[in-house]
């Protein structure tokens, strides 16, 4: 309805720039169409996790403000310390302050590195797809199936599915911030629901979203070292790399979705056996993710080569 009206294009249009993928304008506009379906739905069906889908709903207000308007980083990060603050203090799980306080910050850490993350087209929605598929499955496969957190991970991975209609390249439109903050948020606040309920491990929403997870935390790591400023945009992550250095767009995310696919299989298996093996398999998977970052690097670093002999050729 929104593209058909032209609304889409007054609410909030991405015009790209020297650091974006895309090369016309693309409303963002994905998150009216996710999460209103998330928040509704919650809602009428999913009583007990009444809390997270108004806390979802509250972050992806804000962030819509930000793609209309745009907001001071420290206002953006001020409704993301709440929205978590108030979801920790209400709902504490079992563990000590201080744990509660890492979990906390490795939440806002998902809700930033989500919105990272959303920098080409089908890449964040396919991850929320094939991680919130994952969670319901989960929440289902425990011994005592918690129905509520599966009825509400298998309604975002459907709304997304909607959103992916319109985002695999060449998108119609992107997600926003509202969808994409949002979104992140979701992944840490189920995945802290979840552990909370003894429904699975702390390294299970990890492992899930491991590869978002590694790609984000290494390049911020990266750019923390050069002494930059972490949070401007920029074309440093290892899906960008893949596509500025020739690989069609279409075939990168192809090639996420395998390994996002195959850690969510994983993870979901893990579950059943015994906690030496899981953390093995979780550590394996790390180790995985580590060899595949290193094949891309070394892509890079040709690619860079062949640039400047190019370079030096033409001069």
Do not use: C
Request: avoid cysteine; glycine fraction near 8%.
């Amino acid at each position: 309805m929104l593209l058909r009206s032209g609304l889409a294009w007054r609410l909030a249009t991405d015009v790209p720039n020297e650091r974006s993928l895309h090369v016309r304008p693309t409303p963002r506009v994905g998150g009216w169409g996710a999460v209103p379906v998330i928040v509704v739905m919650a809602l009428a069906l999913v009583q007990s996790l009444w809390a997270v889908a108004l806390l979802a709903a509250f972050l992806s207000a804000v962030s819509q403000i930000d793609d209309r308007r745009g907001l001071p980083a420290r206002v953006r990060f001020a409704a993301h310390l709440i929205a978590v603050t108030v979801l920790v203090v209400a709902y504490p799980a079992p563990a000590p302050g201080w744990g509660l306080a890492i979990v906390a910050f490795l939440m806002l850490w998902l809700i930033n590195l989500y919105n990272f993350m959303d920098g080409a087209d089908g890449l964040a929605g396919g991850m929320a797809l094939f991680g919130f598929s994952g969670y319901a499955v989960a929440a289902l496969h425990n011994v005592h199936p918690m129905t509520e957190l599966a009825s509400l991970s298998a309604i975002t991975a459907g709304a997304v599915a909607g959103f992916l209609v319109f985002n695999i390249h060449p998108a119609r439109i992107f997600l926003g911030d509202a969808g994409s903050i949002t979104l992140g948020f979701l992944a840490g606040a189920l995945g802290y629901w979840g552990w909370r309920a003894d429904v699975w491990p702390i390294w299970f929403p990890a492992m899930v979203f491991a590869p978002f997870i590694a790609d984000a935390s290494i390049t911020l790591a990266r750019r923390l070292l050069r002494g930059e400023k972490f949070w401007q945009a920029h074309r440093q992550h290892y899906y960008q790399r893949m596509v500025r250095s020739g690989l069609a767009q279409s075939r990168t995310v192809g090639a996420w979705y395998i390994v996002m696919a195959a850690g969510v299989v994983l993870a979901v298996f893990a579950l059943d056996r015994p906690v030496a093996i899981q953390w093995a398999i979780a550590i394996g998977w790390v180790l995985i993710l580590t060899m595949l970052g290193v094949m891309i690097d070394l892509r890079w670093r040709r690619f860079e080569s062949s640039q400047s002999n190019q370079s030096e050729v033409r001069r």
